[in-house]
């Protein structure tokens, strides 16, 4: 076909605008998809808590491990209560930095309750108890089931292992204070 200049220049600037208004919608769908990767990316699943807990005439140390910083933004914590000026403590550890997501679905964290009595001097009573979580956190004590007192004997050595998992989904902010308490009481010798 032939065309007179003015309907070449025509077909040219008709060409023109096809491909510009193609380009424009390309971007904007990709604008489009960039803006709902990160609004559902936004959702901020996180946790904190704390480990309460209460001694009475004792002697032990109790260690507290993470392979994550979560224990007041260290790896472990050693507790010694063998002092005997000392015959009851109280007092507590904090866990912060559970940002959960989907690659990062759970923390565990161990108490190894280790027993200074001596040879028969006694044995210690422990008792962990899980509090103040709802679903979808979940809260398992070594293999046993969520929201539960564990309570054990301890005449050398006792490790808790502790996992926070998060079961629910990444579309929505989601926030949940953990509530843990070891108790440890002294057996009567015999």
Not at 54 to 80: C, G, H, L, M, P
Not at 132 to 150: A, G, M, N, Q, R
Request: charged share 20%; aromatic share 10%; proline share 2%.
């Amino acid at each position: 076909m032939f065309y007179t200049r003015k309907e070449e220049g025509e077909y040219k600037m008709r060409k023109k605008f096809r491909i510009f208004s193609t380009l424009t919608a390309m971007v904007l769908v990709v604008i489009v998809m960039c803006v709902g990767i990160w609004a559902a990316t936004q959702a901020e699943v996180t946790g904190n808590g704390t480990l309460s807990f209460a001694f009475n005439e004792i002697k032990a140390t109790v260690q507290i491990d993470s392979t994550d910083s979560i224990i007041e933004n260290k790896t472990s914590k050693t507790f010694d209560f063998s002092d005997p000026t000392q015959p009851t403590a109280t007092g507590e550890v904090a866990f912060t930095n559970l940002s959960f997501s989907s690659s990062k679905k759970d923390y565990t964290f161990t108490i190894t309750i280790t027993n200074l009595l001596g040879e028969g001097n006694g044995t210690l009573d422990s008792t962990l108890t899980i509090e103040e979580v709802s679903s979808p956190f979940k809260v398992v004590v070594t293999d046993s089931s969520d929201y539960l007192s564990t309570s054990k004997v301890v005449e050398t050595s006792v490790t808790y292992t502790v996992t926070i998992s998060y079961t629910g989904g990444f579309d929505a902010a989601a926030e949940q204070p953990f509530s843990m308490s070891l108790v440890l009481t002294k057996t009567a010798t015999e």
